[in-house]
């Protein structure tokens, strides 16, 4: 299978990594080597077994689902994908929630890298307040803040807008603290040699700090793009036009309406898809931070 | 000059606590603006009620005392609790099991655990929509019931067995994250610990028992506490699926906080539901605190 090829040929040694085979003594062998390997293969596939149904169904004639629903692939057909791409929304949703994951992951990154900076290797007034009470925001969930993050930006003419959309998402707690957590790591010495040859705050930020900085702006990345893709309730709440949809609201709204069911999967997939490249190759660099970066932000 | 000189004039001009200041300043107009603002504002307008023209009008404990006399939030409330009843402990069992099943480094077990990732990074509005076809009737899963002799029904048109169906939906998209968090903890089990279990003459069944599993309580205990925080937040999977319906089975807290602020615009009402909402995850997070101290 190609798709099991490119995971296990894209996975890098990590420190995460279980030990080797030869090198573990109570790796299983024999009988209980073929069970694992029986009840693992079978929750893989149960695991797997929506995503399939989704691709195969995504596939089916437009209205020919029915039940029981076939889900052998053969007799497939690309009419209901070619029908979803020749809805000029559809085009305008996946243009949407590019922007939308995209601007984020770049301000996000931006503003939590300065912040995380500032608090990891400045002085100055405030700090500790400051650092503390973003940090304590973590515990609100994010439906208390809700209604009025609503009613602010409705009132400023926020909805069916870029920036209503995006800029609340902005105020990222976890990234300043994951941001402010490494940068502490970077050794002062590194940080007061470029002082001392000449080097400004801002050039020490953006060439020695931000270049050192990479493999966590790659994870929090990866994660902050996965967030706004996957997000729905604030875009469901801010994009009212249905110009303004993102590609998680948009599709909920096709599955609202009798549209066939093998359009509404199509679109899923074209939702998918993006989603499940970026597991495939940033696979380990998810799964070794997941742990870190913790549930969605 | 030399470059001693021309940092004691930079020092001069701009002081050192102003840039630390301007750096965090982008990042903390956000976050007062959009997290802090909103937040207390969130708890005054659960004492206020606040009309679509932009007028509020003080409530006090108004909102508090409708609260607890509606049937629609006790049912909210009671919906949000059996779903986390439900999904939790599935979750955490079916990762607890994934995560020892693939903890020893066999060929394939890094696909496995690949696998088992897969829905976490998978939206729930598109889990939602494939899960609605699987449960709907004639779907795979009432065609799995009805080979065990169960009567084919649509899950999710049905009273009872509506909430069960998404709350599995919601252990179908949390696991992979479980088994994640328990192998990180399987894999700082010292090895020597087993190694001497055996040597003292310790079965495979012992030794799990009385050396994994002690290791692993920390690493549930997070998952717990992780888990119901989520739980307590159902919502896209609902909203897709099941909408609350049938007459309110799947009617969850956030669900109800939705329709009462963004569709009956009853903003400090909805306020509200949101500061139970916070309490609930305070509690939570109290016990949390209050056990581990007792822990160590």
Known sequence: MSVVDTITGLTRPSATRAPTATGDPFAPRGLAKVLTHLIAAVCALVTMFPLYAMVVLSLRRPGAIEFPASLVPWDLSGESFARIFATPEVWR???????????????????????????????????????????????????????????LV???????TYWGLILP??????????????????????????????????????????????PILATLGIFVFLWHWNDFLWPLLV?????????????ASLQAEQIPLSQVFAGSVVAFVPIFLAYLVGQRYITDNAVAVGIKG | MTTIERRARRGRSLS???????????????????????????????????????????????????????????????????YTLISVPLTIAAATGLALLTRRAFRGARLYRSIFFLPVVTSLILAGVVFTWIFSSGGPWSTVLSAFGFPVTDWLESGTFALPAVALVGVWTRFGYGVLIILA???????????????????????????????????????????TTFSFQAFDTIYVMTSGGPVDATYSLVFDLYQESFVNFDFGYAGAIGVVLFVLTLVIALIQRATLGRES
């Open chain 2, 185 to 227: 903890r399987l894999q700082e089990v010292p090895r020597e610990l087993e190694e001497a279990a055996v040597v003292d003459g310790a079965g495979p069944w012992r030794r799990f028992r009385h050396v994994v599993l002690p290791q692993l309580r920390p690493a549930v205990f997070f998952l717990v506490i992780i888990e």
């Open chain 1, 169 to 214: 998402g902005l105020a990222n707690v976890q990234a300043v603290f994951l941001m402010r957590q490494f940068i502490m790591g970077i050794p002062d010495d590194l940080i007061e040699a470029a002082r001392i040859d000449g080097c400004g705050d801002w050039r020490i930020f953006a060439r020695i700090v931000l270049p050192l900085c990479k």
């Open chain 1, 93 to 151: 949703w996946m243009v949407n929630t590019l922007v939308y994951a995209l601007v984020s992951v770049v301000l996000i990154l931006l503003i939590s890298a300065m912040a995380g900076y500032a608090f990891a290797k400045r002085r100055f007034k405030g700090r500790e307040v400051m650092f503390w009470s973003l940090v304590s925001m973590l515990m609100v969930p994010y439906q208390v803040t809700l209604i009025p993050l609503f009613i």
């Open chain 1, 154 to 160: 409705a009132r400023s003419g926020g909805v069916d």
């Open chain 2, 16 to 82: 050192p606590g102003w840039i630390g200041l301007g750096f965090v300043l982008p990042c903390f107009l956000l976050f007062l603006m959009f997290r802090f603002g909103p937040a207390i504002a969130g708890v005054l307008l659960s004492f206020a009620n606040y009309t679509v023209g932009g007028n509020l009008e003080w409530k006090g404990l108004l909102n508090y005392q409708r609260l607890i006399a509606d049937p629609g939030f006790l049912n909210a409330l009671r919906v949000t609790l059996v």
């Open chain 1, 239 to 251: 994009g009212q036009d249905p110009a303004m949809r993102t590609l998680t609201t948009g599709i």
